[in-house]
């Protein structure tokens, strides 16, 4: 069964820095687009970032110029750097994968406190 693992959420401060790791099972992980989603409370899932296999790379525009998406291949992994959060930041972020369906993964749960 595939598997989309997430890792690196906590707590932090406003202005702070959190990188988030989404690992996968499956080899075709790593050659398809990533994406990470977050979802705050009363709130619907908005997309955050999206890299593709060419490593292109689109943020939505309340991240733009904070967060970084990248990939390790050779690892299985896709990265989310996050600095300068804000309070605003704060949601459950859960990856997300397409290959023939959709893979989620559990989420990991950013907190910035002001």
């Known amino acids: 069964q595939v598997q989309l693992v997430e890792s690196g959420g906590g707590l932090v401060q406003t202005g702070g820095s959190l990188r988030l790791s989404c690992t996968a099972s499956?080899?075709?992980?790593?050659?398809?687009?990533v994406d990470w989603y977050r979802q705050a409370p009363g709130q619907r899932r908005e997309l955050v970032a999206t890299?593709?296999?060419?490593?292109?790379?689109y943020y939505t525009d309340s991240v733009k110029g904070r967060f970084t998406i990248s990939r390790d291949n050779a690892a299985n992994t896709v990265f989310l750097q996050m600095d300068r959060l804000k309070s605003e930041d704060t949601a459950v972020y859960y990856c997300?994968?397409?290959?023939?369906?959709?893979?989620w993964g559990q989420g990991t749960q950013v907190t910035v406190s002001s």
């Open positions: 997300h994968a397409w290959h023939v369906v959709d893979y």
């Open positions: 499956e080899i075709w992980f790593s050659f398809g687009a």
């Open positions: 890299i593709n296999s060419g490593e292109d790379t």
